[in-house]
């Protein structure tokens, strides 16, 4: 009986891995589809999230079967409902993905972003991707040095989020409000990402050490994150 | 022990009203707040979703030790994972409506909306809080009528959200860019707090029926809602 709970256990995590996997591919494409105004792409982005959801009902499905069949008790059973959590972060970080991808498509044949403020989405994006990755490698290895990493990348995106309402508020902002309003909703994005990929971290580090990390656990709720503060 | 467990599952569901009261009391508070650019009361908003955050811990916490020490099956599971789940969507409701009364200290002594959409605004406002209103019912009393309700409300939300996104396209359009900003993000934020709502009561429509609602089931990953489209 516990064999066979460790060996679900493991396919549960493996899962997630999977899942986080997934979700770098879509926010990589999203990236690219992005930054080129390429329309095709982000129809691919679009249709690959219902996978994440089926994978997230997947994990889910397989949590609760865990729950109900083997009773888990203890740091097994903050495990599977730390997977249920973690599993909702990661879908949603797809979602976010996607909505990036659904920007492009509405814009295209033009890009989402005026040119003065490409490059700051361009670090936005990357630092998106570079969480998406060490999330996985967190999933995979457990090994927390990455929190601090993955906060740390955050920390960039959220400040340059804030740089993003100082370009909007500025004298030179010359676009039309609909570019304005795309920019805004793009940014939010990429700061929720974020968010969700230090919850998710946040969550490993407490299965692992037992503690929250105090720097980054429970995303917005304990960092206080207004979008335009 | 199957009679103390029912009373512990009584206290989880008894807590969700609760939760969902005060979630109701700070959006009611954000919307006069934003309505008024009443920058106390806002400060109030923002102080109390401490409170909801802590609830969701305390929700979370006596969800776990139902799980550890009376390890439910079927529907018991079911309900105390759906309990999981709501208090997330709930304690992010909370949030949202914490993100409008730090758009209003943000904005003060300024109003945050222009006055060609400060109708719009206040018809979003208020389904958001008939949202509210009902969650709190259907948590209450199980009335799975309150369901569509829901939905129907979640749905004029979008409308308006989508008709915010026409406004600011539109040329007679004469806000400058930080207010376009705001606005995205105020009806963003009503949107994905309508969002919350419908997943919550798609969840109970799903723990009182066995069957998900298929119009307003898993928010948005059902409803495939992009925030412009």
New interface residues.
């Given amino acids: 009986m516990r064999k066979i709970f460790q060996e679900d256990l493991q396919n549960v995590g493996d899962l997630l891995v999977e899942i986080s996997q997934y979700v770098t591919t879509a926010m990589t494409d999203a990236r690219q589809a992005f930054e080129t105004a390429d329309v095709q792409l982000a129809e691919e982005v679009i249709a690959a999230d219902r996978r994440i ?1 089926a994978m997230q009902t997947d994990i889910d499905e397989r949590a ?1 079967d865990l ?2 069949l083997q ?1 888990p ?2 740091t097994d ?2 495990t599977v ?1 730390g997977a ?2 973690m599993s ?1 972060s990661l ?1 949603r970080m797809g ?1 976010l993905a996607r ?1 990036i991808a ?2 492009v498509r ?1 814009r295209y044949p033009d890009q989402v972003t005026p040119e003065p403020l490409r490059a700051t989405f361009q670090k936005m994006a990357q630092h998106a991707i570079d969480i998406s990755e060490r999330l996985t490698e967190l999933l995979r290895t457990r090994d927390i040095a990455l929190v601090a990493q993955i906060t740390a990348l955050n920390e960039q995106i959220n400040e340059l989020h804030a740089s993003v ?1 100082a370009a ?2 500025d004298h030179d ?1 010359a ?4 570019t ?6 793009a940014s ?1 994005y990429f700061e929720r990402f974020g968010d969700h990929g230090v919850s998710v971290a946040a969550k490993v580090h407490y299965l692992v050490t037992g503690e929250w990390d105090s720097r980054g656990s429970e995303g ?2 304990r960092s206080a994150i ?4």
Avoid: K, M
């Fill in positions: 959801d609760i729950l109900a009773g008790v203890a059973l903050r409902v249920l959590r909702a879908e979602d909505h659904q920007l509405l309402f909007l508020a902002w676009a039309n409000a609909a304005t309003a795309d920019c805004t909703l939010r917005e709720a207004s979008p335009v503060e």
